[in-house]
């Protein structure tokens, strides 16, 4: 008893932290007692619209629970294990387990959080390495996380006379095969062939009603206790970088970045910042941009972003569904998220002369 005595008696570094904050918060209160509501009123002026307009009153929430019910029956109707057999013998090729390409798939028609949920538990079961899954989410990033944002990014190449069909085979299906092949043979070399005869039936026997309620409420959990909180605590730190002045710097930077990298930087911010799917809405009403930031734009909304994804949503899901803790899996987005930002900038440079109709 006395040895914990001992040990509780002294400051640990945190508790400075707290001691100074305390001093500076009655500090604060006496001096500016305006400010912490200042403060307040900054954060929920942040999140607010992304959280109620963004996923409780638009389209965006119901999706994303319709995206885990599609997922779903498509997984009890057999796609999962379709896909497998048909990605097998590539996969063998480059010595990877084939179920690295499943989130990207069902990212595509469905939600990148839907992705993660269906998809984690098929590549443990599956038996793919830490390294394996790791690549799984990088090469996920690559793809539309919704099929409405593909579709409005079509309209945007039709309305600026950019051929559609090469550029979505190189910004969204080439990545499926050519991001896990790179990054076997460089970052995670963890990876290992696999024979169809090793491999599980992913096809669950569940009687279809059940498949069809139960994914429902995996749904609405998904989205009310995975997705807006992970949103509401980026934008919560965004809502205080903006109240000191910080975010405004940040915001420029991000500008001056995305035009380097040929991205529209307007509506590049809403696809990294909010919604990809915004985004591309955004661009459709735009006239006069150059081609090149079309393209990447279009590049940069086919992903895994925003941000609110990377760094809340990706992590917290994969912890659940997968052998990855939120570290792990916040690194390999993070690495998908800078491989995704290099390619905007390739597409746009060297495909752009030969997309545009004459």
């Known amino acids: 008893m006395s040895q914990i005595k001992s040990t509780r008696s002294k400051w640990k570094a945190i508790e400075v932290v707290g001691l100074f904050l ?19 009123d900054s954060i929920t002026k942040q ?46 090729f480059f010595k990877i387990n084939p179920s690295v390409i499943i989130p990207s798939v069902y990212n595509v028609l469905g939600d990148i959080n839907a992705a993660g949920a269906i998809a984690g538990p098929v590549l443990v079961k599956a038996k793919a390495t830490k390294g394996e899954q790791k690549i799984a989410i990088a090469t996920m990033i690559q793809s539309p996380q919704s099929f409405a944002t593909l579709v409005l990014g079509l309209v945007v190449l039709t309305k600026f006379n950019i051929k559609a069909l090469p550029l979505v085979i ?3 299906f080439l990545p499926i095969i050519l991001v896990p092949l790179i990054l076997s043979k460089t970052v995670y070399r ?17 009687k279809f009603l059940d498949t069809l309620f139960s ?49 529209e930087p307007a509506t590049g911010i809403v696809s990294i910042l909010a919604s990809p799917t915004l985004a591309m809405a955004q661009l459709a009403e735009m006239s006069n941009v150059a081609p090149a930031l079309i393209v990447g734009g279009f590049v940069l909304a086919n992903s895994g972003f925003p941000l609110s994804v990377l760094f809340g949503q ?45």
């Open 22 to 40: 305390v001093i500076l918060s009655f500090i604060v209160l006496l001096v500016s007692p305006d400010s912490l509501s200042g403060l307040f």
């Open 47 to 92: 999140v607010f619209p992304i959280v109620v307009d963004v996923f409780l009153l638009s389209e965006v929430g119901v999706a994303i629970i319709i995206s885990v019910i599609v997922g779903r029956i498509l997984e009890r109707l057999g796609f999962t294990d379709a896909l497998i057999r048909i990605f097998i013998p590539i996969m063998k």
């Open 170 to 172: 190189v910004a969204v």
């Open 190 to 206: 963890d990876t290992k062939a696999v024979d169809l005869e090793e491999l599980p039936r992913f096809t669950p026997e569940t």
């Open 215 to 263: 994914s429902a409420k995996e749904g609405a959990y998904l989205l009310f206790l995975v997705i807006i909180p992970a949103v509401a605590a980026v934008f919560t730190m965004i809502g205080i970088l903006d109240y000191f002045g910080i975010w405004a710097i940040i915001s420029n930077a991000m500008t001056t970045c995305l035009q380097w990298l040929k991205i």
């Open 314 to 358: 990706i992590p917290v899901t994969w912890k659940e569904h997968s052998d990855l803790n939120e570290k792990e899996a916040l690194y390999a987005a993070l690495l998908g998220a800078a491989i995704r930002l290099v390619s905007c900038l390739i597409i746009a440079l060297v495909l752009t002369p030969f997309i545009i109709w004459r």
